[in-house]
C-alpha cells in the first residue's frame, strides 16, 4: 500500500481541517514553476508559504519525506518554493516623507551604465561615483557616506569622513543629521558629485537602497534563514527552502520546476487533487481500501500538526478517484 504514497507527502492531498494556532503549512509535491506555485496556492489556499521564525523552519522540514520529493534534475533535489521573491526595481529613498519631493523627484536616477546589475544577487544599496553616476553595491560593503539636514524642502548636505556599511551609514545620518542624502534633481547630483571630488573619494553612500526580498503575502517579517553564500545569482529571483539542509534558503531562477509550501488560514477546509502512483492493482472503488488510505494520510500529518481531519471529496459524478489518459 505504501507504493502508493511514496511520491508525495500526505499535507499535500486532501480536504484537511485543522485547529493548530497560529500557521498551517501545506507541502504540495508537484512541480511548478514558483509564478505557478503562488498561483495554486493562492486558488486552493492562501498563498505561498511565509516563513517568521526557526519554529516554522522545523516544521516546514519536519513535514516533508525526502525520498518522496519529487525533482526536476537531481543536480538540486530536495528543494521547495517558499513565498519569498526578489523584487530588483523594488529602490526606494531612506527618507520617505512624501512631502520632501516634489513631483517627479522621488524617481530622479543616475545610474552609470549597466547599472544597476545586482552582481552576484548581493547588490541592494548605492553609491555615487565621484563622477556622479550611481552604482549598486552590497550594503557591507564599506564608504564613507553623504548624510543632510533637511529644513522644510531646503537641505544642506554633510561629508562623514569615515568608512562604514550602508546601514551604519543611515543610522549615523540619523542620530546626526536627518538621513543619508535622497538625490532630487541634477543640481543636487552635482552638489553631492562635488563633495565626493573634494574629499578625494572615489564613490560615498547616498540614501538610495531596497528592500528587494518580500513576502508575496505582504507578511513585515524580517526572519531569513539564508544558506551560507545565498543570496548569490543576478537571475535568481525565487527563495527555495532545502529540507535536507536544515530548512536553509536558496534563490534560483522562478522558472525552474519545484514543490513547494503553501499556506493556509487555521481551522478552515483546503481541498488539494489527489494523484496515486502506484506498481500495483489497487481497487479505488473499494471503501475499505479507501479507508485504509486515509488512515495513513492522516498519521503523516499528525507528525506535523495537531487536530487533523481528513475526508475523500467526490465529484460531481459520485467519483473520488478517475485514471488518467495517457
Known sequence: MMDALHFLTAA???CAA???PPR???????LMSWPDAQSFCRQNFLDLASVSSMEDV???TQMVDLDAMLYMDASFKHRAWIGLSEDLDSWTWSITDPDFY???????RNWNIGEPNNYQGKESCVGMWDNGLWNDNPCQMLAKAI???VREHNVSLTFVNQAMSWPAAQSYCRERHTDLASVRSSP???QIKGLVQSAGEVQAWIGLYRNSWLWVDGSNSSFRHWKASEPNGSEENCAAAVPADGGCWEDWPCSWKMPFYCHAVPGSQQVVKVKLVTSSSLDLSDPAVLADLLQQFEQKLKASRENVKLSWRETSGGQIFHQEQR
Open 24 to 30: 498551517v503549512f501545506v507541502f504540495v509535491n508537484e
Open 188 to 190: 543636487e547630483n552635482e
Open 12 to 14: 499535500s492531498l486532501l
Open 58 to 60: 522545523t516544521l516546514l
Open 147 to 149: 548624510c543632510h539636514d
Open 18 to 20: 485543522s485547529a493548530r
Open 102 to 108: 516634489r513631483d517627479g523627484e522621488a524617481a530622479f
